[in-house]
């Protein structure tokens, strides 16, 4: 691309002339609160991250405000002249100064530097002292002693709009898919098909040297031996794209309940297969996808889902996709692909509404659909709306916002209708004048009906489904002859990213954002806003203090209304049919403890590697532990699960859990149990099963739990069984001659007897196999396995 001059500048050896010290805070001087200086700046659409909220104490002084600054603990210098935050933070106090605001009207970011004097390095805290001159302000840095770190003789401002900062692309996401390498450690060489082969996968892995065995069910699976390491399951076409996505995700939600409930699945994963799914080919595939993102964040390595097209080559590259350690791929024309969360290019095309048509609002009783109601009138001129809700004119407020509309020009009415009926939603349609025809759709209704994947069920699916996809299935059906500029989806990341606890709701919302691709590839208009949360309003109104506490911490931020419309403008002004409107902390992404969605590792950058790193960590525990006595290990597994409990409840230390409190009284549910499970795996590197919570019911209890599972013995013992468990599978299948029966009896009765020499009790199941006859082993092997040899 083209280079851009940003800036021009001259460096000199020699300081500015005449800098003199600012010698401290002067006698006379009043402080100013500066306690709420951050949520002022925020709500201006200036919004800081901890390394850069350094503004710790201010005062006035006549004409100038003096500030003291300091950088977070720990935050690195070297390198530095001043620490851009150190020097970011100095700005701060600009608004401060008396008349402020009549000389910087509205929001101002700096513009020119002049005469910038560096005095000494590695300052990490400092005292600024700003002085308003003819065209800007003069600052003054200077270090503890009061000796100068940095003089800027003259700082320019420049006003910028506030959608610059709020509604730019740089809040706006896209899905897209990279070309990733087909390198793996161990190829796939045996796997199990799970039900039917719906799209011709036996034949490719044949090619590739799969040994491929089949199954109907995970009861099946399991009572037929040792699991393999990969169990298939693929997905079929369907007629009817609603119907097909309410039998499929209730299909998989079935599967995925009887995968987790089975403990022999623990070690295996379930690698589901579709086609379409990534690009709006498959709506059902579609929102299968979304189901399994959230399982996915659910139960971290148990799940891979694969997206084909129809080129043979895809199919060819399957058992290399299987084999490598991505947990979403998708396969076009042989290559691996991943995904990645990356921000939309500027430049506008978008949408142009035409005020004259009517534009219809679903879920325009809700929060969203009032502030966007508003916001279609005084933003982009619509003059005729047709608001629909299950309540109508009797929902609260109604009134209220019909007439707040007609002061604004605009004639608005509401309409009782059932948007998931597709009859009802005819019948507001054909109610539309004539003289001002339907020219914008905007569908943000739906609800939740939020539970972990193991207690979902297809009625809670159809909660969710309803208002969401039959109802946006109708509105695509009932208007796609119609002359529309403006066809809007609300959608949530949680279809994109996956969300745990909201499997049945990713599902839904990846269905919207399929349907936009459709649209488009048909030549329609569409366009699916998978929002991040909105702060206090839409879905996010009914979430819990820790709920919205978490998904801070793992960097996914709530967004204002001001911020969301914003955004809605700047959406309609790119050319995506699937734009991901979210405030994401790449800092708070990197730093969190849990899994990273996969479309978010390139933002969260080397963050994925850290944790890694960590699960591996879990060989340093284990072998901590058996440095130390048996009071010592209680103490610190006992500690490591406090601490961690702590961090799921949002508590600064592992102090605030009593350790023989029930998690049941400590706030817990299912799906803050999931999450305790995961820190807990990541930290120790165990697989705990998903109600280990709540199978051992306090802290106190769940440490003695995880101590087990991580003594050398226990995980020995667990070793043995498994190959217990395989030598069974196999001699399931064996038909020996006379001398072969003979000597694998002979090799039992060894093992059998080392097992019996083991045992304190004496006369166990050891002795009596270890003094069976080769016919009365046999026998028993026969009675074990179902008459099967």
């Given at each position: ?25 002067p ?46 603990e ?7 002249g ?5 020097l ?13 605001g009549?000389r ?37 840095l ?52 799970l ?8 034949g ?25 390491e ?37 070690e295996?994963r379930?690698?589901l ?27 971290p390595?148990?799940f891979?889902?694969v ?8 199919l060819?590259?399957?058992?290399s996709?299987i ?17 990645e ?105 739906g ?20 208002p ?11 208007t ?11 959608s ?31 030549g ?21 203090e ?26 309609l ?8 409107p ?45 440095t ?32 023989h ?29 998903a ?7 306090s ?28 030598l ?6 064996l ?28 006369a ?20 074990k396995?179902?008459?099967?040899r």
């Amino acid at each position: 691309q083209e280079w851009v001059r940003h800036a021009t500048g001259t460096v000199t050896a020699e300081p500015a002339a005449g800098v003199v010290s600012g010698g401290g805070v002067p006698a006379g001087a009043v402080e100013v609160d500066v306690d709420g200086l951050y949520d002022e700046l925020a709500g201006a659409g200036l919004e800081y991250g901890p390394v850069f909220q350094g503004v710790r104490r201010a005062w006035r002084a006549e004409d100038r405000v003096l500030v003291d600054v300091a950088l977070p603990e720990g935050v690195p210098v070297e390198g530095f002249g001043v620490h851009p935050a150190l020097l970011d933070a100095a700005l701060h106090g600009i608004g401060l100064l008396d008349g402020a605001g009549e000389r910087n009207d509205g929001v101002v970011l700096p513009f020119s530097w002049s005469n910038v004097s560096l005095f000494a390095v590695g300052a990490t805290a400092a005292q600024v002292t700003i002085t308003p001159t003819e065209t800007g302000y003069s600052l003054l840095l200077t270090d503890e002693a009061g000796e100068l770190v940095a003089a800027i003789s003259d700082l320019t401002l420049r006003p910028v709009a506030a959608d610059q900062l709020t509604g730019s692309t740089d809040s706006l996401y896209q899905l897209h898919w990279n070309e990733h390498p087909a390198t793996h450690d161990k190829p796939l060489a045996t796997a199990t098909m799970l039900g039917e082969d719906r799209l011709g996968l036996a034949g490719a892995l044949a090619d590739a040297g799969v040994t491929l065995y089949g199954c109907d069910s995970v009861e099946q699976l399991t009572a037929s031996g040792p699991l393999h390491e990969i169990v298939l399951k693929s997905f079929g076409a369907g007629e009817s794209p609603v119907d097909h996505a309410y039998d499929q995700v209730a299909d998989t939600v079935s599967l995925l309940r009887d995968w987790l409930a089975d403990a022999q699945s623990a070690e295996c994963r379930l690698v589901l297969v579709t086609r379409g799914a990534t690009d709006g080919g498959d709506l059902a595939h579609s929102a299968v996808w979304g189901l399994v993102q959230s399982a996915q964040a659910e139960h971290p390595g148990r799940f891979t889902i694969v997206d084909l097209d129809h080129a043979e080559a895809s199919l060819a590259a399957l058992p290399s996709a299987i084999a490598t350690a991505a947990p979403q791929l998708a396969i076009r024309e042989g290559q691996l692909r991943t995904p990645e969360l990356a921000r939309v290019p500027s430049g506008a095309s978008g949408t142009e509404l035409n005020p004259e048509g009517t534009v219809l609002v679903t879920g325009a009783g809700g929060d969203l659909g009032n502030a966007v109601s508003r916001h279609l009138v005084t933003k982009h001129g619509a003059r005729n709306l047709v608001l629909v809700g299950r309540r109508g004119p009797e929902t609260p407020g109604a009134a209220e916002l019909v007439d707040e509309l007609a002061a604004l020009g605009a004639r608005a009415r509401f309409v009782a209708c059932d948007v998931a009926q597709r009859d009802q939603l005819a019948a507001v349609l054909d109610g539309i004048p004539g003289d001002a025809p339907l020219t914008g759709v905007v569908h943000a209704a739906g609800v939740l009906d939020n539970g972990v994947v193991s207690a979902l069920t297809p009625d809670r699916v159809a909660t969710v489904f309803r208002p969401k996809v039959d109802a946006a299935w109708h509105l695509h059906e009932l208007t796609r002859r119609l002359d529309l500029s403006m066809f809007v989806l609300f959608s949530s990341a949680t279809g994109v990213l996956g969300s745990a606890g909201q499997g049945n709701y990713a599902a839904a919302n990846a269905f919207l954002d399929a349907l936009a691709r459709n649209r488009r590839a048909a030549g329609l208009p569409a366009c699916s806003l998978a929002w991040g949360p909105w702060a206090d309003s839409g879905m996010a109104r009914g979430l819990a203090e820790g709920d919205t506490g978490r998904m801070t911490k793992a960097g996914i931020l709530p967004m204002t209304v001001e911020q969301g419309l914003s955004m809605f403008d700047a959406a309609l002004r790119t050319d995506g049919a699937a734009i991901v409107p979210i405030l994401l902390d790449s800092s708070a992404l990197r730093a969190s403890a849990g899994e990273v969605p996969p479309p978010l590792a390139a933002l969260a950058g080397d963050r994925r590697r850290r944790a890694a790193a960590r699960r591996d960590s879990a060989e340093p525990i284990a072998d901590r532990l058996t440095t130390l006595g048996a009071a010592d290990r209680e103490r610190v597994v006992r500690n490591l699960v406090r601490t961690e409990t702590a961090a799921v409840l949002g508590h600064a230390s592992a102090e605030a859990v009593p350790a023989h409190r029930p998690f049941s009284e400590l706030g817990f549910d299912s799906l803050t149990a999931v999450e305790l499970r995961n820190r807990l795996d990541a930290a120790t590197g165990l697989r705990l099963p998903a109600g280990a919570v709540f199978d051992h019911p306090s802290p106190e209890a769940l440490a003695a739990h995880v101590l087990v599972e991580l003594d050398p013995d226990t995980a020995a013992v667990r070793t043995a069984l498994a190959g217990l468990d395989q030598l069974e599978g196999l001699l399931a299948t064996l038909a020996p001659a006379e001398d072969e029966r003979a000597s694998i009896a002979l090799r039992l009765n060894t093992l059998a007897a080392m097992v019996a020499d083991q045992q304190q009790d004496g006369a166990g199941v050891g002795d009596q196999i270890g003094a069976a006859s080769d016919d009365e082993l046999f026998d028993f092997i026969d009675n074990k396995l179902g008459g099967q040899r």
